[in-house]
């Protein structure tokens, strides 16, 4: 029978191809909204539909492993004891692929005490004596000793799952340079660390090849062991047990009784209710396609466009002197656009850079002081366009290496954050996958010297300026805006607040941390006082049965471990059922809290005594920034305590005091501009108190008779307005009946109708677009709120109530800072912007800049946004935070 007539058996190793398209594919960028994990799924699909069209096989089966455990491990217990834990995010995959190959009609198969390979190499030899054409599919080399003239080896030759190696003998005589049947004792003498299979020391993979060819096999080599001289002979004669004991456990069993015969492998229709049910489970809305499309079925979500083959990636050049000059003369000159940069960082400085444009990519091993990069370094100062992915560490580095950049042109980590505001991308490779469609090449972490060269930076470059052209092209105006005059201006600036850092007194922490602990304690002792025992005050199970049984009292919120004991649920309990325990148990928790943030920031603390936060530009949907290692943006404001923490970030050597600046009110402000309420607007133009004057409306009296609780509810009632506050929740806050709530949100919007029509048309508007959008164009998408889920639509509407407000405060302070700076360079002031926290901006005061400061200050952030109502600054000086506080 000819090769063309032959049935073509096609059988997959399942556990080694999913894992490989796990970490082929970014974890993140694959999971469904209830949190489950399918980059393995999708990335094994995605393969097996490639084979499936591209071979066209007539019967096919995937084999899994049933675990780690078989005959071999019985024998050998090390066997494959190297390997590490299964990560959390793949663990569940493997059921869930099961379920989409039974859908689809293919057979799965598993074996207790044998391993997948053992299932492959027996159906290989079952299909050859049938008269198959047989393809195996696996990335676990041991399979190669299966290959034969009717047996061909499809083998991942990246660490993805997308480009197979066909090894037929000639291949693998090729690659090796033996015959497939001797692979196994090429691997039995050199080793395989993947499986724990220890060696013959001083013995690689050319001294191994070179043996076969003179003795023929394992055994031939172990006859004439006494013939092999030198120091690698005495080495395989003291440790030729390795190599048997190899041998015995990579052969693959090619008799294991199969529950299949492989007439029953016949590829079948698939099951096409229950192929939609599983990719509707997993949202694989593509995948779907590309299945009724091969299937030949109609009616699927979408047509498919035509598949486009992904462009070859260029040849790297390493280029010099005069060439690297033209060389980026030429392509600047090409691509207005910019040129991408890639960097790789040791020790927080470069070392190697990739330059590239979509078409061409040059290599630089910098280092300092070499004259054949001076173009480059000249290049880089100047304000040619620059495309960089997460330019913040980058800008550092060059800082360290004293090397000026100019011209950042856009950031594609940045790019993507603000296309994707609620779920960015984390990697270069996530940003390949989403707007390349393409699987950028990633190294293999199991290899100390890559075979491929997926860690090149100009590689890696290529893939950036490819992504930026990608991204740029479906930014609308708006978004492009905040791109270029927000974030990208900004960028730099906070690197530069990282590096400054700010002066922290460990001695003031030490002794605030001591007194929070001794507070601490003596409010536990108290606690257990007042129920005759000791507990564990932060065990939840432990506490539950203090209160509800112990203490017999009123039952929280149920969850999974019996009744909330979190920090809402117990000050809800206390209000309305107070006790002494459960109020010294809150008391303790506030305590412990403030002694773990003392504790972290005094750890905090850099040998130049100093505190380096790192601001996180794409780390909140809204467009603010938020900090990490430490984080300060969870130091309390307005308690005694958080003060006294405060206290201890301090004016630096060298510097005569702190300025604090912040916005008052600014998210109110914002929202009686965007409401254009006449009232809200009247009172701050006329510089009264915001929340007596709308007392005053709200309760008919004059603003002098507007109580401190009139005016608390007030400034509920207004801040709780903007972040979708209910009636419901009003009561909970201010500790009133639902009743009163409710007239207090009727009589507020009474007297303030614009401010209801304003946040009820900002919801309407956002169901149509599908996002909101700030004053300054940035958006933030809402699928959501199309969500046929009552919750999740009723969160999104409160998340959308406050998106438009919040996210234009912070574009304002971004906006503010880039202004400021701007100011204090052109005047060349030495005093310099250390923090941001919430509204508020830190700066370290020069020897006699204060008033300069002070007034570019002002003046910037209260005009960094024209608005129907003043930006009010608030500013003062001090030696320390708090007493800089206003």
Same mark, same amino acid.
Do not use: C
């Given at each position: 029978?000819?090769?063309?007539?032959?049935?073509?058996?096609?059988?997959? !190793?399942?556990?080694?191809?999913?894992f490989r398209a796990f970490y082929a594919l970014p974890v993140d960028s694959f999971q469904t909204r209830d949190g489950q994990h399918t980059n393995a799924i999708h990335g094994f699909?995605?393969?097996?539909?490639?084979?499936?069209?591209?071979?066209?096989?007539?019967?096919?089966?995937?084999?899994?492993?049933?675990?780690?455990?078989?005959?071999?491990?019985?024998?050998?217990?090390?066997?494959?004891?190297?390997?590490?834990?299964?990560?959390?995010?793949?663990?569940?995959?493997?059921?869930?692929?099961?379920?989409?190959?039974?859908?689809?009609?293919?057979?799965?198969?598993?074996?207790?005490?044998?391993?997948?390979?053992?299932?492959?190499?027996?159906?290989?030899?079952?299909?050859?004596?049938?008269?198959?054409?047989?393809?195996?599919?696996?990335?676990?080399?041991?399979?190669?000793?299966?290959?034969?003239?009717?047996?061909?080896?499809?083998?991942?030759?990246?660490?993805?799952?997308?480009?197979?190696?066909?090894?037929?003998?000639?291949?693998?005589?090729?690659?090796?340079?033996?015959?497939?049947?001797?692979?196994?004792?090429?691997?039995?003498?050199?080793?395989?660390?993947?499986?724990?299979?220890?060696?013959?020391?001083?013995?690689?993979?050319?001294?191994?090849?070179?043996?076969?060819?003179?003795?023929?096999?394992?055994?031939?080599?172990?006859?004439?062991?006494?013939?092999?001289?030198?120091?690698?002979?005495?080495?395989?004669?003291?440790?030729?047990?390795?190599?048997?004991?190899?041998?015995?456990?990579?052969?693959?069993?090619?008799?294991?009784?199969?529950?299949?015969?492989?007439?029953?492998?016949?590829?079948?229709?698939?099951?096409?209710?229950?192929?939609?049910?599983?990719?509707?489970?997993?949202?694989?809305?593509t995948l779907l396609d590309r299945v009724f499309k091969l299937e030949g079925i109609t009616g699927s979500a979408e047509p498919e466009a035509p598949a486009v083959e992904a462009p070859?990636?260029?040849?790297?050049?390493?280029?010099?002197?005069?060439?690297?000059?033209?060389?980026?003369?030429?392509?600047?000159?090409?691509?207005?656009?910019?040129?991408?940069?890639?960097?790789?960082?040791?020790?927080?400085?470069?070392?190697?850079?990739?330059?590239?444009?979509?078409?061409?990519?040059?290599?630089?091993?910098?280092?300092?002081?070499?004259?054949?990069?001076?173009?480059?370094?000249?290049?880089?100062?100047?304000?040619?366009?620059?495309?960089?992915?997460?330019?913040?560490?980058?800008?550092?580095?060059?800082?360290?290496?004293?090397?000026?950049?100019?011209?950042?042109?856009?950031?594609?980590?940045?790019?993507?954050? =603000?296309?994707?505001?609620?779920?960015?991308?984390?990697?270069?490779?996530?940003?390949?996958?989403?707007?390349?469609?393409?699987?950028?090449?990633?190294?293999?972490?199991?290899?100390?010297?890559?075979?491929?060269?997926?860690?090149?930076?100009?590689?890696?470059?290529?893939?950036?300026?490819?992504?930026?052209?990608?991204?740029?092209?479906?930014?609308?105006?708006?978004?492009?805006?905040?791109?270029?005059?927000?974030?990208?201006?900004?960028?730099?600036?906070?690197?530069?607040?990282?590096?400054?850092?700010?002066?922290?007194?460990?001695?003031?922490?030490?002794?605030?941390?001591?007194?929070?602990?001794?507070?601490?304690?003596?409010?536990?002792?108290?606690?257990?006082?007042?129920?005759?025992?000791?507990?564990?005050?932060?065990?939840?199970?432990?506490?539950?049965?203090?209160?509800? !049984?112990?203490?017999?009292?009123?039952?929280?919120?149920?969850?999974?471990?019996?009744?909330?004991?979190?920090?809402?649920?117990?000050?809800?309990?206390?209000?309305?059922?107070?006790?002494p325990f459960l109020g010294l148990l809150l008391e303790h928790r506030d305590a412990t809290k403030l002694r773990q943030i003392v504790e972290t920031l005094d750890k905090a603390i850099?040998?130049?005594?100093?505190?380096?936060?790192?601001?996180?530009?794409?780390?909140?949907?809204?467009?603010?920034?938020?900090?990490?290692?430490?984080?300060?943006?969870?130091?309390?404001?307005?308690?005694?305590?958080?003060?006294?923490?405060?206290?201890?970030?301090?004016?630096?050597?060298?510097?005569?005091?702190?300025?604090?600046?912040?916005?008052?009110?600014?998210?109110?402000?914002?929202?009686?501009?965007?409401?254009?309420?006449?009232?809200?607007?009247?009172?701050?133009?006329?510089?009264?108190?915001?929340?007596?004057?709308?007392?005053?409306?709200?309760?008919?009296?004059?603003?002098?008779?507007?109580?401190?609780?009139?005016?608390?509810?007030?400034?509920?009632?207004?801040?709780?307005?903007?972040?979708?506050?209910?009636?419901?929740?009003?009561?909970?806050?201010?500790?009133?009946?639902?009743?009163?709530?409710?007239?207090?949100?009727?009589?507020?919007?009474?007297?303030?109708?614009?401010?209801?029509?304003?946040?009820?048309?900002?919801?309407?508007?956002?169901?149509?677009?599908?996002?909101?959008?700030?004053?300054?164009?940035?958006?933030?998408?809402?699928?959501?709120?199309?969500?046929?889920?009552?919750?999740?639509?009723?969160?999104?509407?409160?998340?959308?109530?406050?998106?438009? =407000?919040?996210?234009?405060?912070?574009?304002?302070?971004?906006?503010?800072? =880039?202004?400021?700076?701007? !100011?204090?360079?052109?005047?060349?002031?030495?005093?310099?912007?250390?923090?941001?926290?919430?509204?508020?901006?830190?700066?370290?005061?020069?020897?006699?800049?204060?008033?300069?400061?002070?007034? =570019?200050?002002?003046?910037?952030?209260?005009?960094?946004?024209?608005?129907?109502?003043?930006?009010?600054?608030?500013?003062?000086?001090?030696?320390?935070?708090?007493?800089?506080?206003?």
């Amino acid at each position: 029978m000819s090769e063309n007539k032959k049935p073509t058996l096609l059988i997959i !190793d399942g556990h080694s191809l999913a894992f490989r398209a796990f970490y082929a594919l970014p974890v993140d960028s694959f999971q469904t909204r209830d949190g489950q994990h399918t980059n393995a799924i999708h990335g094994f699909v995605s393969m097996l539909l490639n084979l499936l069209k591209n071979e066209n096989p007539t019967h096919v089966a995937v084999a899994f492993d049933i675990s780690r455990f078989s005959f071999r491990t019985r024998e050998y217990p090390e066997y494959k004891g190297t390997r590490g834990e299964t990560p959390s995010e793949f663990i569940g995959q493997i059921p869930l692929l099961q379920e989409v190959l039974a859908a689809m009609n293919i057979v799965t198969i598993t074996k207790e005490d044998y391993e997948a390979d053992d299932i492959l190499a027996t159906l290989s030899v079952q299909g050859t004596e049938a008269g198959y054409r047989v393809l195996v599919v696996s990335g676990d080399r041991d399979a190669i000793q299966l290959v034969n003239d009717n047996v061909t080896l499809l083998y991942p030759s990246r660490q993805g799952v997308s480009d197979l190696t066909r090894y037929d003998p000639a291949k693998v005589q090729e690659r090796y340079g033996i015959r497939p049947e001797q692979y196994p004792d090429v691997a039995a003498l050199v080793g395989e660390t993947s499986d724990n299979l220890i060696g013959v020391p001083k013995v690689g993979e050319k001294t191994a090849v070179k043996w076969l060819g003179l003795y023929g096999s394992l055994d031939g080599i172990l006859e004439n062991a006494e013939n092999i001289g030198g120091k690698v002979g005495e080495s395989f004669r003291e440790h030729k047990e390795n190599a048997v004991r190899n041998r015995r456990l990579n052969h693959l069993v090619t008799d294991v009784e199969l529950p299949f015969t492989v007439q029953q492998l016949e590829r079948k229709p698939i099951n096409e209710e229950g192929v939609r049910e599983m990719f509707a489970r997993l949202e694989f809305r593509t995948l779907l396609d590309r299945v009724f499309k091969l299937e030949g079925i109609t009616g699927s979500a979408e047509p498919e466009a035509p598949a486009v083959e992904a462009p070859a990636a260029p040849a790297i050049q390493e280029l010099l002197d005069e060439e690297l000059g033209a060389w980026l003369a030429r392509n600047s000159a090409a691509h207005p656009g910019g040129l991408a940069l890639q960097f790789e960082l040791h020790d927080g400085l470069p070392v190697a850079i990739g330059i590239a444009s979509a078409s061409e990519s040059t290599l630089l091993a910098w280092h300092a002081g070499s004259a054949d990069y001076a173009p480059f370094e000249a290049w880089l100062a100047g304000e040619s366009p620059k495309i960089i992915h997460d330019a913040k560490p980058v800008l550092k580095a060059l800082a360290h290496a004293q090397l000026p950049i100019g011209g950042l042109q856009t950031d594609t980590l940045i790019a993507g954050w =603000i296309l994707r505001p609620a779920s960015p991308d984390k990697t270069l490779g996530e940003l390949v996958t989403r707007y390349l469609d393409e699987h950028m090449p990633v190294a293999d972490p199991n290899q100390l010297v890559p075979e491929d060269n997926a860690d090149n930076p100009a590689l890696q470059a290529w893939y950036v300026a490819r992504v930026a052209a990608a991204q740029i092209a479906i930014l609308d105006e708006g978004s492009a805006s905040v791109l270029r005059d927000i974030e990208i201006p900004s960028t730099p600036i906070l690197a530069q607040m990282e590096e400054y850092g700010v002066a922290v007194n460990h001695g003031e922490l030490a002794a605030l941390s001591a007194q929070l602990g001794t507070t601490a304690a003596d409010l536990a002792e108290r606690a257990y006082a007042e129920i005759g025992r000791e507990v564990n005050l932060g065990s939840p199970k432990q506490l539950q049965e203090v209160l509800f !049984d112990q203490l017999g009292m009123p039952k929280t919120r149920a969850n999974k471990s019996g009744y909330s004991t979190d920090a809402s649920s117990l000050a809800d309990l206390q209000a309305k059922s107070p006790h002494p325990f459960l109020g010294l148990l809150l008391e303790h928790r506030d305590a412990t809290k403030l002694r773990q943030i003392v504790e972290t920031l005094d750890k905090a603390i850099a040998p130049d005594h100093r505190v380096h936060t790192t601001y996180i530009q794409t780390g909140t949907s809204t467009g603010r920034l938020s900090s990490a290692d430490p984080n300060l943006q969870n130091i309390p404001v307005r308690s005694a305590e958080g003060r006294h923490i405060r206290a201890a970030f301090q004016v630096g050597e060298g510097f005569e005091s702190l300025l604090t600046a912040d916005y008052s009110q600014i998210e109110m402000r914002i929202m009686a501009h965007l409401s254009g309420d006449e009232g809200l607007i009247e009172a701050f133009r006329t510089g009264e108190d915001l929340h007596r004057f709308v007392g005053a409306r709200i309760f008919g009296v004059e603003p002098a008779e507007v109580s401190n609780e009139m005016r608390t509810k007030v400034k509920a009632m207004s801040y709780g307005l903007a972040y979708g506050l209910s009636a419901f929740g009003l009561s909970k806050q201010l500790r009133i009946d639902t009743g009163e709530a409710k007239k207090l949100m009727s009589d507020y919007f009474e007297r303030f109708g614009a401010v209801r029509d304003y946040l009820r048309d900002v919801v309407e508007q956002a169901k149509i677009d599908g996002y909101t959008t700030t004053i300054f164009g940035r958006r933030r998408l809402f699928p959501d709120l199309a969500s046929p889920n009552r919750v999740l639509r009723d969160n999104a509407a409160r998340a959308a109530l406050n998106a438009p =407000i919040q996210g234009s405060a912070a574009d304002i302070m971004k906006i503010a800072m =880039i202004n400021v700076a701007a !100011d204090m360079r052109e005047a060349q002031l030495e005093s310099r912007m250390l923090l941001q926290v919430h509204d508020e901006l830190i700066f370290e005061v020069a020897t006699g800049e204060a008033e300069a400061l002070e007034k =570019i200050v002002r003046e910037r952030m209260a005009g960094a946004a024209e608005l129907t109502v003043p930006l009010e600054v608030q500013v003062g000086h001090g030696s320390n935070w708090d007493e800089a506080a206003h």
